[in-house]
């Protein structure tokens, strides 16, 4: 017995010292309350929401209610023990973001949390040398669904110049003028590179954890793509790609984005330069709609990526 429970102790030591190194945790621990994302303090900072309504009338924590995606959770893949709570992000007719001083993005509905480390999401930006590997694990929400006749943006790297390192989109891509909706692939995630090149595309089925790991090099400038649903590892799904059209150096560093960013539609009663600003004019129906994640954090690729259940796998190459 003594020994059986010894076993156990080494394995758990062993799959610790295995790791490979995180740079943020964004899984949400279990003490981690509503006034924290009311004043951003913890892993996100939740200031792109709507003005009217503080950050935890958008995000919930969901505590046990939800289990958190299995390939983190302690103990064994068949009896999971969460550690983290997921968190519902929402957006409803009130997500209108007013970014600063300008002008209030009225085509735009959108909530999401950015990575911070120690308050501080300048330093989780400073990370983003090398390669590091974004994890993220998605669900639909049952309740509150998505209307994929818009296009979302749900996770992506944003640099200053407001373009995207990678993306992960759901619905019907935009086009001005609308084409016929839903698009045959609005029901998928879409993984994009920079330059919006699908790099994989996934059915984004119900009840079911979808499990993504986005590998950037900031340097060489590729890409490369891990998924699996639920407690199954992650495993490779892309070759290396290049992903060139995104910048080198700083101009190529940007937050970490996750939630949920809804295009309008074309308004046909808009002039042609509004159907073309899609910030400020379009359509959105108002209706309250999430999605649920768990399992965010980024790490270094230099002992490996982790796959799930204490397991590393090499990185794509
Ligand atoms: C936001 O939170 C503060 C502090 O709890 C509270 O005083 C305020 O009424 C809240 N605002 C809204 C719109 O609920
Ligand atoms: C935030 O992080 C950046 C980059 O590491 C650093 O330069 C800056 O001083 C930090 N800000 C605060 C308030 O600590
Ligand atoms: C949604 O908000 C916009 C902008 O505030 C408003 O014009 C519109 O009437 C609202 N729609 C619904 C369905 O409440």
Redesign the pocket.
């Known amino acids: 017995m003594i020994a059986t429970k010894s076993f156990v102790y080494l394995c758990i030591l062993l799959v610790v010292t295995a790791a490979t190194p995180l740079v943020y945790d964004g899984r949400a621990p279990f003490n981690l309350t509503p006034a924290n994302l009311d004043a951003s303090t913890g892993p996100y900072l939740t200031g792109v929401k709507g003005a009217t309504q503080n950050a935890s009338h958008y995000t919930k924590l969901l505590g046990r209610t939800v289990p958190a995606t299995p390939l983190w959770s302690t103990a064994s893949r068949f009896l999971p023990v969460p550690t983290e709570q997921p968190l519902s992000v929402s957006i409803d ?1 009130t997500s ?1 973001f007013v970014p600063g001083s300008s002008a209030p993005q ?1 085509g735009f509905r959108r909530t999401e949390l950015l990575a911070q480390i120690n308050n501080n999401h300048t330093a989780f930006i400073a990370t983003e040398v090398g390669t590091n590997v974004y994890h993220v694990s998605i669900m639909q929400d049952p309740l509150r669904p998505l209307n994929f006749d818009h296009e979302y943006q749900i996770v992506f790297i944003e640099p200053n110049d407001g373009t995207h390192v990678f993306e992960i989109q759901l619905g019907s891509p935009f086009t001005n003028p609308t084409g016929k909706l839903p698009a045959a692939d609005a029901h998928s995630f879409k993984i994009r590179d920079h330059a919006l090149n699908l790099l994989f595309s996934t059915p984004f089925t119900p009840l079911t954890w979808h499990n993504f790991a986005i590998q950037v090099n900031f340097d060489a400038r590729t890409l490369g793509v891990f998924y699996s649903q639920n407690s199954n590892t992650l495993k490779p799904v892309t070759k290396l790609v290049s992903n060139s059209a995104a910048s080198a150096g700083a101009a190529g560093q940007g937050d970490f984005h996750f939630g949920v960013l809804k295009l309008p539609l074309v308004d046909p009663a808009d002039t042609p330069a509004e159907q073309s600003d899609v910030v400020h004019f379009g359509i ?3 209706k309250t709609e999430a999605l649920i994640y768990s399992g965010v954090f980024v790490e270094k690729v230099s002992g490996g990526v982790s796959a799930g259940h204490g397991t590393l796998i090499k990185p794509i190459s």
């Open positions: 007719n209108i009225n959105q129906e108002g």
